[in-house]
């Protein structure tokens, strides 16, 4: 079946996915309408399921509120729009009146449908594009939004697409919340009546919230049922408006901005919004996230394929106490645990000594730094390592060179106040000169200081969030600051083609599928908790694969939560998604740094079952019983389980995990013990987890599987 189709006889489109089927058409008014969504359909099927358009009720109905491709403001609709247009005379509307369309199945494993219209009063045009692959589920739709005409158009809503549920008997949605050092807490709540809005009006995709849904009727679970489910590539404020309508139906409208944000166009100018990427799947929330997770490796992420290396960052170890000695003492006790790429985390420029100055002034400090950072990175390097630095490229301190020579570089509002948190100000992004600004510094410090990998931090969020001078520059601030960003970071690429970025704000402030198309990798959260990580790494996992979630092993007791939890345990924990360590390792003993050494040479031979294999999330990391997260490799030759426990408590009763994901009838191998286990039972009957003794304890098993006709050697399960 060809990716893009359309019937003649009733003019469906027919978008084709391995698994799924999307289906749309245009209405006799022009409009374009959603006909269908979820499992493969042939395109007769799709015909019979888009039936004659529907008449209001009553006076006092008007175009359904759920069920168009972009609900417009305009005619008789009464839901949130998802375009929302004003004109220079004041008037607003949109009627779509059709000009076209294109399919463009040039690339092979890939299609794209582009449909256009225009208004039918004013010259402003809307084209609607989908795109589908071969490999993936995933529907990636944006739209792009042109003033044909010779005066200023204000795009109130500019959303990248909407999307319609089928008729369900109940509706449930899964989204996340959160805080800082408390991100990704997944909530799965029934869908009440009325729009929910998910949002961030923070200038970034925020701690808070995080542009994805999933959608179910209430009864999906891990492994069953069916769940819809969208992302947002977007790294700024936001807005997921999702509906149940009093007749109910379900839909979701997202895509840049809160509210009262415009996107200003000028006479000729063009937007083109974010990709709003839908998915369906059944096969419960663990399928949706292997889909997501799949999607992310093959087609957001540019260098998935690599083995990420295990990290060290200095930070939780020194604070803002960065000095050569020091980070050297650092580096080679790193180097001996078998750590393959240090960095150095806040601290190493300007006058940073603590963080109230120095931001923005990005050269290696001369007291710590006399012959700046060059002899550290090349005795890294010698060490066997790759180095990193730590930068901040979008933030000033008031007290620092840069801001008493461009005090109008930041975001700020004529006669305001300049709101400091954590005595800071952004950077404004939006404008040119600062962008070009970071660029310049940033491929000077790589070039110059062999610098292999930067993390890239951004710790406040917008306030006072104008653009003095030019017209509109209060509006545009909220797109282009995030289009300049994303410039600077695709302009390193550019040019240093072996740097590789991690993605920080305070933590997961920043975490999208837009940065992840720019960067390698994300760091998780500030929390370093082990066992607050569980919860924030299942959260993280819903959407987001273990290839970019960075997670380290700390000091004990914890820097935040002061709870104090086994080595093997805070191993285990960081190594479900890409190991790193950031402990004072100068304080380690000798025992704990060999223990630290036996951990990583484990995560080492496992990792790529971790970083490129299929996730699977078993249990409840807070309930009674372990839980676990297991990973197998896509041709189902090897699984690595780590399960967690809590504080054992007598007489709970021992329920063996089910595992996930084996292939029925083979045989695996514990390659710790060399026990034999059978996948039928370790999936139906389950694997009795016998954890050592004692809060918080912890293990691996890892997997492999046994050729047909070997004996194998010593029986498990
Ligand atoms: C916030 C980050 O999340 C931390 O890991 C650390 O880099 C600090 N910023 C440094 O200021």
């Not at 220079?88 to 009146?97: P, V």
């Not at 100018?269 to 990427?277: G, L, N």
């Not at 006790?333 to 190493?348: F, I, M, P, Q, S």
């Not at 002899?375 to 979008?394: C, I, K, Y």
């Amino acid at each position: 079946m060809p990716l893009i189709s359309r019937s003649p006889a009733t003019g469906v489109w027919l978008l084709t996915t391995p698994r799924t089927s999307y289906a749309l058409r245009i209405d006799d008014t022009g409009a374009p309408c959603h006909v269908a969504w979820g499992p493969r359909l042939t395109p007769a099927e799709a015909d019979s399921l888009a039936g004659p358009f529907e008449e209001p009720v009553s006076s006092f109905e008007g175009r359904p509120a759920v069920g168009e491709e972009l609900p417009v403001d305009g005619g008789t609709r009464y839901g949130p729009p998802s375009l929302q247009v004003r004109y220079a005379d004041g008037s607003r509307a949109f009627e779509w009146e059709p000009v076209g369309h294109r399919v463009d199945d040039s690339v092979p494993g890939v299609a794209e449908l582009v449909l256009e219209f225009r208004d039918r009063v004013f010259p402003l045009s809307v084209a609607l594009h989908y795109r589908v692959r071969a490999d993936t589920d995933v529907i990636e739709r944006w739209t792009v939004l042109r003033n044909d005409g010779g005066r200023h158009v204000d795009l109130l809503r500019a959303d990248s697409a909407a999307w319609t549920l089928p008729p369900l008997a109940d509706y449930r949605l899964s989204h996340v919340t959160g805080q800082w050092s408390a991100e990704t807490r997944l909530r799965r709540e029934r869908l009440p009546h009325g729009e929910t809005v998910l949002t961030s009006r923070r200038g970034i995709t925020s701690h808070h919230a995080n542009p994805w849904t999933m959608l179910d009727d209430g009864t999906a679970d891990e492994d069953r049922g069916r769940v819809w489910s969208t992302a947002l590539a977007w790294s700024g404020s936001w807005r997921i408006t999702v509906q149940r309508t009093p007749d109910g139906r379900a839909g979701l409208t997202g895509g840049v901005g809160h509210e009262g944000t415009r996107v200003p166009l000028g006479p000729g100018e063009e937007f083109t919004t974010p990709v709003s990427a839908g998915l369906f799947t059944d096969g419960g929330f663990g399928a949706a996230s292997r889909a997501w997770h799949g999607y992310v490796r093959a087609h957001v992420l540019r260098h998935a394929g690599e083995t990420a290396p295990v990290l060290y960052n200095s930070w939780e170890a020194t604070g803002f106490d960065v000095t050569e000695a020091g980070q050297l003492a650092l580096a080679e006790r790193a180097a001996r645990l078998g750590v393959e790429l240090y960095v150095v985390d806040d601290g190493w420029f300007g006058a940073r000594r603590s963080d109230r100055a120095g931001l923005g002034d990005w050269t290696p400090a001369p007291d710590r730094f006399p012959r700046g950072l060059r002899p550290l990175s090349d005795a890294v390097h010698r060490l066997g390592m790759r180095f990193g630095v730590w930068v901040e490229p979008e933030m000033v301190n008031p007290d620092s060179d840069l801001y008493r020579e461009h005090p109008d570089w930041v975001l700020h509002l004529p006669g305001r106040r300049r709101t400091e948190l954590r005595n800071q100000l952004v950077l404004n992004f939006a404008r040119r000169d600062v962008a070009d600004w970071a660029f310049a510094w940033l491929t000077r410090l790589v070039a110059e200081h062999r610098v292999d990998f930067l993390k890239w931090d951004m710790n406040r969020v917008f306030g006072e969030s104008g653009r003095p001078g030019p017209e509109d520059g209060g509006d545009r601030v909220w797109t282009r600051y995030v289009h300049h960003l994303y410039g600077v970071l695709d302009r390193l690429r550019e040019a240093h083609p072996e740097l590789r970025i991690e993605t920080c704000s305070g933590g997961g402030g920043r975490v999208d599928l837009g940065i992840l198309a720019r960067t390698d990798q994300a760091w998780t959260s500030d929390n370093t908790d082990a066992v607050d990580r569980l919860g924030i790494q299942r959260g993280f996992s819903q959407v987001y694969p273990a290839r970019v979630m960075s997670a380290w092993v700390t000091d004990v007791p914890n820097q935040l939560t002061r709870l104090t939890v086994p080595l093997r345990f805070r191993f285990h924990v960081a190594m479900a998604g890409l190991l790193g360590v950031g402990g004072d390792l100068t304080r380690w003993s000798e025992e704990e740094l060999a223990e630290a050494a036996g951990l990583v040479a484990r995560y080492k031979e496992i990792r790529h079952l971790v970083q490129h294999g299929e996730q699977y999330r078993i249990g409840d990391p807070y309930g009674d019983g372990p839980s676990a997260v297991q990973y197998v490799a896509a041709d189902g030759s090897e699984a690595v389980v780590l399960a967690f426990g809590a504080s054992p408590r007598h007489g709970t009763p021992r329920v063996p995990l089910r595992l996930r994901g084996l292939p029925a009838g083979a045989r695996f191998r514990d390659t710790e013990t060399g026990a034999v286990h059978h996948a039928t039972v370790l999936t139906e009957y389950g694997l009795d987890v016998r954890l050592p003794g004692g809060d918080w304890a912890s293990s691996l098993l890892h997997l492999q599987r046994v050729p047909d006709g070997d004996a194998g050697d010593r029986a498990g399960s």
